[in-house]
């Protein structure tokens, strides 16, 4: 709906549950990765989906709109996207019109991402091999 009201359906491509591999391809190929974790008096306190760190493993930037919490303090602690936590259909169409200018000038949409490997697998193992050596279990 909101797509439709801001006149931007050119720019977004919204799908249907598609298989892992596929999502990582298209994730990997986005300008920017949509997290709808809720923002309304409903939404579920400490939802973190996955897919966050999948965006986090190929730098696509994300655009999360949720409410304050993990998900908000992660996506600003590492410098990965934009968060919305009201309805205010004037903030999502400021941060696409800057994504929109981003990949206009640079050909992708750009930013730091700055510690994100840090969930990379092979970091994560190296971690959890460490803290078992370290604690003899």
């Known amino acids: ?12 491509d919204l799908r249907d549950r598609v298989p892992y591999r596929e999502a990582i391809e298209l994730a990997s190929s986005a300008d920017i990765g949509l997290v709808l974790a809720g923002i ?3 939404t579920r306190s400490g939802w973190l989906p996955s897919k966050v760190f999948e965006y986090f493993g190929v730098r696509t930037p994300i655009l999360a709109l949720a409410l304050p919490g993990e998900l908000t303090e992660l996506v600003d602690q590492y410098e990965a996207g ?10 999502l169409l400021e941060i696409l019109k800057q994504a929109y ?13 700055s510690g994100v490997e840090a969930f990379e697998a092979s970091r994560l193992f190296q971690r959890l091999v460490e803290y078992v050596t370290n604690n003899k279990i």
Do not use: F, M, Q, Y
Not at 1 to 11: C, P, R
Not at 82 to 91: H, L
């Open 1 to 12: 709906k909101i797509v439709n009201e801001l006149g931007i359906e050119d720019l977004v």
């Open 40 to 42: 309304g008096p409903k």
């Open 82 to 91: 934009w968060t919305i936590s009201e309805d205010n259909p004037s903030t």
């Open 101 to 113: 200018h981003s990949k206009k000038a640079h050909g992708r949409t750009t930013l730091p991402c």
